[in-house]
């Protein structure tokens, strides 16, 4: 399997509901490294898994939208608590449709979010 990873970094605010987030609760800022990673089993007539600057333009557009946001007022994550996980799945899902994955037959797209040196969240999902 080939991969390429592109990577951006995104900053929101938001706050959970439940009593397993703790102070995470209340309203907080989250910065996140993000990676995408786009895989496929062969390369395409170009000799590449995807084009590298569309990969990066499309994140980067992607992330753009979501950046200084606080995510309790977005309309998409209204009663939504917006776990890493949860936006790591956010990003792959409309990353896909941005660059038409499934079109450049991609087998997967995978997104990292990491929250720090020692903790990160992923999703991946196959065309």
Known sequence: ???VTVR????????FRGAVFGP???????TFVVDATFRRRELDADNIVVDIGLATREL???VAELNYRNLDEEPDFAGVNTTTEFL???????LVERIGARERGLDSVAVTLHESHVAWASYEREL
């Open 24 to 30: 995470a609760q209340r309203l907080h800022g989250a």
């Open 60 to 62: 980067g557009g992607l």
């Open 88 to 94: 790591a799945r956010v990003v792959a899902d409309r």
């Open 1 to 3: 399997m080939y991969s």
């Open 8 to 15: 951006d970094h995104l900053m929101v605010a938001h706050s």
